[in-house]
């Protein structure tokens, strides 16, 4: 064959129906895994829970991407291979198909009696008036008809493959508006404290994921602030704790110097601002603390937010950093419960609900020394960097504070007062152009399968010749894709009249005679 042989036998097998069934099919079973684990995209916080809980388990499916699969290359392999294939598959289809819309129906065969679909009658018209008769009657059904001499040949139906080239057309539109969104898209994460705010800008993002064409001064200049945070939860039934709602009242300003306007941001109610949405997708808590140094001055006096190790009562860890402490800076790794109760066996603190019914923080550590923040090197918020600090020892019973206790450090290090909470919200801005492309391709697609699947591909012949009793014998045949219909006993009967003799049969069984190309 050589290599051009081989080239074009490939790019045939890629561009066959069938391939792109078995590609689409296999598209369906990539997606599978996005729905049965955590995504980062959407939910890193739980993504962190995996690899706490099953870190050997967490470590393989990280190196399948199995946590972003969406982004994987496997996926995209089998995304473009399917892009491609339809392409290759639809656009001369599509071509094919308005070449045969506008070509005349075929003639009709030498022997309609071998069709699926056969009639035949006598009538006292001539040949020409049945034949005129017939085109009539088949234009009123909109047939398209073309009378060639002692014959009509009608066709309709082309819906039915339009139909069916539309749900694949659609399909290439729909692979189309999802690579439009990952190029010019993008995905930011953080977490929003009550009465704190934030500017559309990569700075605010905790997690930022672009496109691969969009560039950081492209995001819409908009401004979000969190006015209050309500969250409510069952307090009876075998449903105790489950979350009931919860809400965020929102100020915003399209762009910098705009009007201020207010909206409840709820799940599944975003904010649509300037072409992004703004999501809720979770919340947590936000202790606040005083840090008082060993100079006396007040180093810390803020919110801070912890990350929930259960999604269940909300228990909470956090670190909390003070590099404004003198003359040595202070770090605190605490826990903390929304609900602070005895364990079953009574030896441990956990949290039995997770409203804020009783608030407690317990600190598990507390540093002092060098926090080591001024190396250049970025920290993360959760971890406190040990590496130049000293642990302070702590006395057992001032470890567990409620609001408004204080924990004073020994050697007069300083002091850590636990002043309240607040909440925040789990917020994901989104941009995808091709949101509503995407939209359109998939209803349009639902419309093209209905009407290929409800739309038969038609023909019927109408024949007419002298008898030899002086009376014209009218010969009708018919051929329909898929399931015969009763169309063409309706059309028999119409053509014909009540006063003429004749016979009307219909042969399912019979084998039909070629009559030009029908597709499927």
């Not at 050997?56 to 199995?66: F, G, Y």
């Not at 692979?175 to 010019?184: D, N, T, V």
């Not at 810390?300 to 929930?308: H, S």
């Not at 009708?476 to 219909?485: F, I």
Request: aromatic share 10%; proline share 7%; charged share 20%.
């Amino acid at each position: 064959m050589g290599v051009t042989g081989w080239l074009r036998w490939g790019w045939r097998q890629l561009t066959s129906m069938r391939t792109a069934l078995v590609l689409l099919f296999l598209v369906a079973l990539a997606s599978v895994p996005g729905s049965i684990f955590p995504q980062r995209g959407m939910s890193p916080e739980k993504v962190n829970e995996y690899f706490e809980n099953s870190p050997e388990l967490a470590k393989w499916l990280d190196r399948l991407s199995l946590f972003d699969v969406f982004a994987a290359p496997w996926f995209a392999a089998v995304y473009l291979l399917l892009f491609t294939s339809l392409a290759g598959c639809v656009v001369p289809r599509a071509w094919q198909l308005y070449g045969h819309v506008r070509a005349r129906p075929p003639k009709a065969p030498q022997r309609l009696g071998r069709l699926p679909q056969h009639g035949e009658f006598t009538t006292s018209a001539t040949p020409d008036e049945a034949v005129e008769a017939a085109r009539k009657v088949l234009r009123a059904r909109r047939f398209r008809t073309v009378v060639d001499g002692d014959s009509v040949a009608s066709e309709k139906g082309y819906l039915g493959e339009a139909g069916n080239l539309l749900f694949h057309l659609a399909m290439l539109a729909l692979l189309c508006a999802i690579g439009l969104g990952s190029l010019f898209g993008y995905r930011g994460n953080l977490l929003l404290t009550e009465g704190t705010g934030f500017s559309n800008s990569v700075a605010f993002y905790d997690e930022y994921k672009p496109g691969h064409l969009v560039d950081p001064e492209d995001l819409a200049p908009f401004q979000v602030t969190l006015d209050d945070f309500k969250a409510e939860f069952i307090t009876s039934g075998p449903q105790t704790g489950q979350p009931s709602g919860f809400w965020g009242d929102l100020t915003y300003r399209e762009k910098p110097g705009a009007a201020e306007k207010r909206y409840t941001l709820r799940v599944n109610h975003p904010l649509d601002v300037d072409g992004a949405k703004v999501y809720l997708l979770g919340h947590g808590y936000a202790p606040t603390f005083k840090v008082t140094d060993a100079e006396g001055n007040v180093a810390f006096n803020d919110a801070v937010q912890f990350i929930p190790r259960e999604t269940g009562n909300l228990t909470s860890e956090g670190v909390l950093k003070t590099p404004d402490a003198r003359p040595e800076q202070l770090a605190f790794q605490m826990m903390f419960w929304p609900t602070a109760g005895a364990s079953r066996d009574g030896v441990a603190i956990v949290s039995t609900f997770p409203g804020p019914l009783n608030p407690t923080v317990a600190v598990m550590a507390a540093f002092k020394g060098d926090l080591n923040m001024d190396n250049g090197n970025a920290q993360s918020v959760y971890e406190i960097d040990s590496t130049k600090l000293e642990m302070v020892k702590l006395p057992e019973e001032a470890k567990v504070l409620k609001v408004g206790d204080k924990l004073e450090l020994p050697g007069g290090a300083g002091t850590l007062e636990f002043t309240g909470f607040k909440e925040y919200g789990a917020l994901t801005v989104t941009y995808d152009p091709g949101r509503v492309p995407a939209l359109v391709a998939g209803a349009l697609a639902v419309l093209g399968l209905v009407g290929s699947f409800m739309v038969r591909r038609r023909r019927v012949w109408v024949r007419a010749r002298a008898g030899d009793d002086g009376r014209t014998v009218v010969e009708v045949g018919g051929l329909t894709l898929g399931a015969a219909t009763a169309e063409f006993d309706e059309i028999l009967t119409e053509l014909r009249p009540d006063d003429d003799e004749g016979r009307a049969e219909r042969s399912d069984d019979s084998e039909p005679v070629p009559t030009g190309p029908i597709k499927e």
